[in-house]
């Protein structure tokens, strides 16, 4: 089945460094790839998304792009900031309306 | 726009006892969804429901797990009976349903479940 593998967390880094954080994953076909975000206290909410190979998605500063060569959707914003302390979550969806496939999440704390 | 609402935020139960949870989805959207999310993982898709038809329930333990969404809107969960493994997060998300173009996924913030 479908499955999604992201790196361990805690991520600790301090305030403007550059982030990575690696997602990989299997599945049939031709998923659409997707970043979701819990910030404290609040639910998931969608962070970026790519729907085909070598597209890019981007948002508040934060990119990924769909590389089906290495099966691979990495996570990467060039400056954090403290407010970007959250769990960050790589999925998948085989369909349009599929559910979706998560990864354990990768807790990321910014420290000033 | 209103968001995804669920009920109860926490429940606390003894083991065997049932529970249940409540969602009102996004006024319009067709799409349904269910999922659990133990400590420590990410969520995990339990059931899907296109109006009030199931699409998807392969990782529904259904011995003691079911759902239903009547008129195609609210929909609830239960357990019964509950176990201790059953402690989790459970969310619900809802989507409009445009064939295969995906649409997004909202989730609501969730109904923290503790079995003691």
């Known amino acids: 089945g479908d499955s999604v593998t992201q790196m361990e967390g805690p991520v600790t880094l301090s305030e403007e460094a550059f982030l990575t954080i690696n997602c990989t994953y299997t599945?049939?076909?031709?998923?659409?790839l997707f970043w979701y975000v819990q910030y404290p206290g609040e639910g998931l909410q969608l962070l970026l998304k790519?729907?085909?190979?070598?597209d890019k998605g981007s948002n508040k500063g934060f990119e990924a792009t769909y590389r089906k060569e290495t099966t691979s959707f990495h996570l990467e914003k060039g400056s954090v900031q403290v407010s970007d302390s959250a769990v960050y979550f790589c999925a998948l969806a085989g369909g349009g309306a599929d559910g979706l496939t998560f990864g354990k999440g990768t807790h990321l704390i910014i420290q000033p | 726009e209103a968001g995804v609402a669920q009920s109860p935020r926490y429940k606390i139960i003894e083991k065997r006892q049932s529970v249940a949870f409540w969602c009102n989805p996004i006024?319009?959207?067709?799409?349904l969804y269910w999922y659990q999310q133990i400590l420590g993982q990410g969520p995990k898709l339990l059931i899907q429901f296109q109006n009030n038809g199931v699409v998807d329930d392969s990782q529904l333990p259904k011995d003691r797990f079911s759902a239903e969404r009547l008129k195609g809107v609210d929909s609830t969960l239960k357990i019964q009976p509950a176990k201790l493994e059953d402690s989790a997060v459970y969310l619900c998300?809802?989507?409009?349903?445009?064939?295969?173009?995906?649409?997004?996924?909202?989730f609501g913030q969730g109904t923290r479940l503790t079995v003691v």
């Open positions: 006024s319009g959207h067709a799409t």
């Open positions: 599945a049939t076909g031709y998923p659409s």
């Open positions: 790519a729907t085909k190979a070598d």
């Open positions: 998300a809802s989507s409009l349903y445009q064939g295969a173009q995906y649409t997004e996924a909202f």
